[in-house]
């Protein structure tokens, strides 16, 4: 379980993306949703640590994030929108580094890579692969250690339809075995069938809809008009 406990986080004095923010991450899926530039991929960077709180605090599992660093990042894997990792390294490199972190053993990143179609591919670097088979090679970390809670960041982007649909099976998988898994998506419909709550960020306010309306069409409904900016229950 993530919970944050009144956390403030702002890029410019006077102006934060996030006001004594109160959310608890617990298992099953959480979407994101809201107009663009509401604060959501913000409020994922703070979750996955690469944002730090200027005041409050981020829990995982009951370890801090910035104080018990090692116990807490250990549970967490982040996928963030523009994937950013060091163009020289082989992907078999990168898979390796992940496996050490995470105290797996290394044919569990080979594994990782097999699962998601890179396997033939695990001795270019990172530079000589396409954005999808980026993309691709961070969901292949993240699944290395089957950690308990999954950020990701616009997960359907790049992808041919035959990833992405191994992508959604991923995701149902993760989320029936327990894990938190907290998703920052414009594309709705692919997602709706799994959403159990949803956060929306506005003029730095977190809120947290925990009723889900029962049946897809009316949950894609209610998500709809949240990701509008509005509030569902006046849909």
């Known amino acids: 379980m993530m919970v944050f406990e009144g956390v403030t986080f702002a890029y410019e004095p006077g102006r934060p993306v996030l006001k004594d923010a109160g959310l608890t991450f617990g298992p099953g899926l ?18 996955a640590g690469v944002e730090r709180p200027d005041s409050g605090r ?6 801090d994030l910035w104080k018990r660093e090692v116990e807490a990042r250990r549970r967490l894997a982040y996928l963030p929108e523009f994937p950013d990792i060091t163009p020289y ?10 496996c050490r972190l995470r105290g797996e053993p290394r044919r569990a990143g080979l594994e990782a890579l097999e699962r998601f179609g890179l396997a033939a591919e695990s001795g270019r ?3 000589e692969l396409s954005s999808g088979q980026r993309k691709r090679a961070l969901f292949a970390a993240a699944f290395v250690g089957r950690p308990g ?14 990833i992405a649909d191994d992508v959604l099976r991923w995701l149902g ?5 327990g894990a938190a898994m907290v998703v920052v998506s414009h594309s709705l419909e692919p997602l709706a069938g799994l959403v159990t ?3 929306t960020v506005h003029d730095g306010a977190a809120s947290l809809h925990e009723e889900m309306p029962a049946g897809e069409a009316a949950k894609l409904r209610f998500l709809d008009t949240l990701a509008r900016g509005q509030d569902g229950r006046t849909a």
């Open 30 to 47: 959480t979407l994101l949703v809201g107009p663009n530039g509401c604060g959501k991929s913000t409020l994922l960077k703070l979750a």
């Open 58 to 63: 981020i829990l995982v599992d009951g370890f």
């Open 89 to 98: 390294a082989t992907l078999a490199d990168v898979l390796r580094l992940v």
């Open 125 to 127: 670097s990172v530079r």
């Open 149 to 162: 809670h999954v950020l990701l960041d616009e997960p359907l982007d790049s992808l041919d339809r035959q």
């Open 173 to 177: 998988e993760r989320t029936a075995a």
């Open 197 to 199: 709550r949803a956060v």
